[in-house]
């Protein structure tokens, strides 16, 4: 539907006899462009779940510009207590699809916690997370840092300058305790790898303790993401890794210091994906492409016209149905800024990426980086050969499906050609823009892990709370 069959639509109203007869009246009047074929719903009201977070933004724009409607889907959104919640009720069918942790689906699929066959056609976003610790731990790890001419701490801010601060609870005996928001959640492996990277261990899973605490130097637990600032008030934990705008809480409440961003342990890494059960999806094919599409030009108008929309973006966000946080704590990482330490904000114009960069895209690099993480720290218990991991990704993440809409949006002209990698095999470029420098080339995992000194490679098992084998 064109913009100016919106504008006529919205003045009939979008719900009510009215609204409907004007629909039909468009319908008739206004034809769809060369091209471009409606499709046939299988389903048109669904339920799709979301935490409050701000990487939520595609589901509240697409819902809120009108996108959804655009392709006949009415939706309601409703926020969950918490991943476990959202997970299990995608499984059960109380929800059509969510706003997933990008392992959510991996884990689901491989059996780790609870096992169904969990698929994700897009990619909600790009980076968007942050490490914070608590004002005490960072006062113990400024004299470490080092500053640049301008008497400024140099970022990125490295893990070493932690290690010193665990290894002087240690000598009191005392624990050092941080949070991260779920099991499978990229918020756990972007915080593992910032530790490890300092030569910190952040701990093993194995099949008889799922943990994740044997042989930690930092003992990490799980933190619903709207309750992370109160647990770190409260001196529960020390540290936490989480998405906005809990970082940012932390700075406003004064209670604690974002000291990294995700953006800078790993440069443009894939955070949420949009999830739904592979049953649901084999049942509703075009249903799910037209939920993607209108994703997609959600994506699109985050990051259009060098993020111009933002601010009216955070309005939205700010709202209580949504994330309903302040407006000026989700301004201060959405519209292309990070504060750190009170007063030290700085341009990260990358922070939240939408669209740009193919950020909807899912590539089968990024689900096999995933798995890669889920074996390093043993999550998935035993080695298995490249093959199995290129598998794994096939069968969870659905290119077809994103792609097939895509072409419709661009037979529609709602979208440009150049927006996405029509001609990629799944992979993206071998990379090296990580904090430690350690090169993924995504066809190799085997190799990958074995350039770390912390983690399971090879033949490696637990085993009695236990690295063995080799």
């Known amino acids: 539907m064109s913009d100016g069959s919106k504008d006529i639509l919205a003045a009939f109203g979008r719900r009510g006899a009215m609204g409907l007869a004007a629909a039909a009246l468009l319908a008739v009047a206004m034809p769809l462009p060369a091209g471009a074929a409606k499709l046939k719903l299988e389903k048109d009201e669904i339920k799709l779940g979301f935490i409050k977070l701000t990487d939520m933004a595609p589901l509240a724009i697409a819902k809120e510009k009108g996108f959804f409607e655009d392709e006949g889907l009415f939706v309601t959104l409703e926020p969950q207590a918490n991943w476990k919640v959202l997970l299990d009720r995608v499984i059960s069918g109380e929800l059509d699809g969510a706003h997933m942790l990008a392992g959510q689906p991996l884990g689901a699929t491989i059996g780790y916690g609870t096992k169904a066959h969990v698929v994700t056609a897009f990619s909600m976003d790009l980076n968007g997370n942050g490490i914070t610790v608590s004002n005490e731990v960072w006062e113990m790890m400024r004299p470490h840092l080092p500053k640049g001419p301008d008497g400024k701490i140099v970022h990125p801010i490295k893990a070493d300058a932690l290690k010193k601060v665990i290894d002087a609870y240690k000598a009191q005996g005392k624990s050092f305790n941080m949070g991260m928001v779920f099991p499978v959640s990229t918020h756990n492996y972007e915080l593992r790898y910032w530790l490890a990277s300092g030569g910190i261990n952040p701990g093993f899973y194995s099949p008889e303790n799922v943990g994740g605490q044997i042989g930690a130097d930092a003992l990490l637990s799980v933190t619903p993401p709207p309750q992370m600032p109160a647990t770190l008030e409260a001196g529960t934990i020390s540290g936490y890794s989480v998405g ?119 590539y089968y690099s990024d689900a096999i980086w995933y798995l890669s993480q889920m074996r390093r720290w043993g999550q998935i218990a035993e080695g298995k050969p490249d093959s199995w991991y290129l598998e794994t990704a096939r069968s969870v993440y659905k290119p077809d499906t994103y792609l097939k809409a895509a072409k419709a949006l661009l037979e529609e002209g709602k979208v440009a050609k150049e927006d996405f990698p029509w001609d990629t095999d799944g992979f993206r470029a071998p990379t090296s823009d990580f904090i430690d420098g350690v090169a993924y080339d995504d066809r190799k995992p085997n190799d990958y892990l074995k350039k770390f000194a912390v983690g399971l490679k090879g033949g490696q098992k637990v085993e009695n709370n236990k690295v063995v084998g080799n």
Request: glycine fraction near 6%; avoid cysteine.
């Open 244 to 362: 906005e705008p809990w970082n940012q809480a932390a700075v406003f409440k004064g209670i604690g210091v974002p000291v990294i961003t995700d953006y800078e342990i790993w440069k443009n890494n894939p955070e949420k994906v949009f999830g739904v059960n592979n049953a649901w999806a084999e049942k509703y094919p075009n249903t799910h492409v037209a939920v993607v599409k209108a994703l997609i030009r959600a994506g699109k108008w985050l990051d259009e016209n060098n993020n111009a929309n933002r601010d009216e973006a955070v309005k939205i966000l700010a709202k209580p149905e949504y994330v309903g946080a302040d407006a000026k704590v989700i301004a201060n990482s959405m519209t292309g800024t990070f504060e750190y330490e009170k007063g030290d904000k700085r341009a990260v114009p990358d922070f939240n990426v939408f669209y740009r960069y193919f950020a909807t895209y899912p």
